[in-house]
């Protein structure tokens, strides 16, 4: 007798389509929304929101007179305790990044000449950290402009870029990097800094950054309305082997600039934008040396003439790239995701065609996190908003002998007071459903051995109040047989 196989897909009951392939996580704020109350930057570019390792998301905007954080549990509920606020420092050049043991960096703009630049160290209860910098606070002496963000390597050590005001000729690109106590890397550039002036007398901005596998630092944006990108090496020399001497600069289709850039494993890398006079998105691809990939859509790049501007990017584990852009009308603005195969063609199993446009008129996106099948996306409409939506990314065959890699999803993931599991089974057969806690001990049957007809079903499993916060196994049996053991957080 042929095996009989079991496909679960673990997600909350909503009444979307599945061919739409994404939805609003109904367990998140107010049908997957939260309105921050915190006040969007004037130049709404680059990451303003980082995920917690708890599963949940710290922001930061402006609020009154100032400079603020909020934090958020992974159900969307506002933690009051953990918030920061700094009436010192304006919401310009602002930026967020997270450490591994749930510290929070953020970086802001002083809001009056000389107009220098802080970096500044949270504990997770929103205390500033005395083992950092001077009470927490570090004082960059220079002038940031428009656009300023972080980023964490591995060993630690804190990397500060963006845009470094040298009025009245213009903008140079700069990239500071700290030891962990916030002190200035002295092997790295002159001192700590490395500033590079592309081109005379303009103005050069950096939008989006990445910490390379090889530790060499890659940034994007734009330098007189052209792509911009810079490489560096892990002491802070521009790469000789990255296009020329270490910068690359390109029209792409007339003019363009770079907004949103994401590293992929190989070494190449994805950007994301706008072309001008068209004003239209694209999304390009890039080898390691900053030579556009001839294999990825047509010579390199991919156009949206529907689309107004591309703004981040993010590689799905199977390869396929997800692109968060908008489209400008008279009357406001609207944004729209974009799914794209891994050689730029759309993904017509992605929402209509490859384009997904969320219910959203009038806000503007700024940023996108994917995790797992979670899309978390940060949005302006004067505040700052943020959304989570659930990617269909189709679980797989479950069966006794399936490999590791087609484990099924959980979600939500921590998992609230219920969700659905759905499934599909190739014959008739006998489903077990089982909850233990991570010594062993039986906590819930939700089936014992129940028949169920070849084809599709959706059971609602519920986890009542008395089951505690903590880690937990689901184990699933097919015919008296465990089939796979998942681990899942109450």
Partial sequence: ?????????????????????????????????????????????????????????????????????????????????????????????????????????????????????????????????????????????????????????????????????????????????????????????????????????????????????????????????????????????????????????????????????????????????????????????????????QSFGVMGAVYFPELSEGVDLAILPDGKILALNWIAYNDGQIAVLTRLMPDGELDPAFGNQGYYTLDLEGHRPQAMEVHENQVIISTQKGKIYLHRLLLDLHAGILSAAAPAETAPLIYPNPVGEQCNLQFALTEKSAVGIHLYDMQGKLIRTFRENDRFEPGEHTLQLDFPAHIPAGNYILQLDLNGRMAKAIKMVR
Wanted: aromatic letters at 12%; glycine letters at 10%; proline letters at 7%.
């Fill in 1 to 293: 007798m042929k095996n009989a196989t079991l496909c679960f897909l673990f997600l909350l009951y909503c009444h979307f389509s599945v061919a739409q392939a994404i939805i609003p996580d109904s367990s998140f704020g107010n049908f997957g929304c939260i309105n921050t109350s915190l006040s969007g930057n004037y130049y709404p570019y680059g990451q303003n929101f980082v995920l917690t390792p708890d599963g949940g998301v710290a922001v930061i905007g402006g609020h009154i007179a100032g400079m603020r954080m909020h934090r958020y549990d992974p159900y969307g509920t506002h933690l009051p305790s953990a918030q920061m606020n700094y009436p010192e420092l304006s919401d310009y050049s602002i930026g967020i990044t997270i450490q591994p043991d749930n510290k929070t960096i953020v970086c802001a703009r002083e809001p009056s000449a000389p107009f220098h630049q802080k970096v500044i160290r949270m504990l997770p209860d929103g205390s500033f950290d005395p083992d950092f910098g001077e009470n927490g606070v570090v004082t960059v002496p220079s002038a940031f402009t428009l656009h300023a963000n972080l980023l964490m390597q591995p060993d630690g050590k804190i990397v500060l870029f963006g845009t470094e005001d040298q009025a009245p000729t213009g903008t140079q690109s700069m990239v500071v990097r700290f030891e962990p106590d916030g002190s200035l890397d002295t092997t790295f550039g002159d001192n700590g800094y490395v500033r590079v002036d592309a081109i005379n007398n303009s103005l050069e901005i950096f939008f989006s950054g990445a910490i390379l596998a090889d530790g060499k630092m890659l940034f994007a944006g734009m330098v007189r309305h052209q792509a911009y990108f810079i490489k560096l090496m892990p002491n802070g020399d521009l790469d000789p082997s990255f296009s020329l001497d270490g910068i690359h600069i390109e029209p792409l289709n007339g003019s363009a600039e770079v907004y949103g850039m994401v590293a992929m494993p190989d070494g190449k890398y994805l950007a994301t934008g706008y072309t001008i006079p068209d004003y239209e998105a694209f999304v390009a691809r890039y080898n390691a040396n900053g030579h556009r990939d």
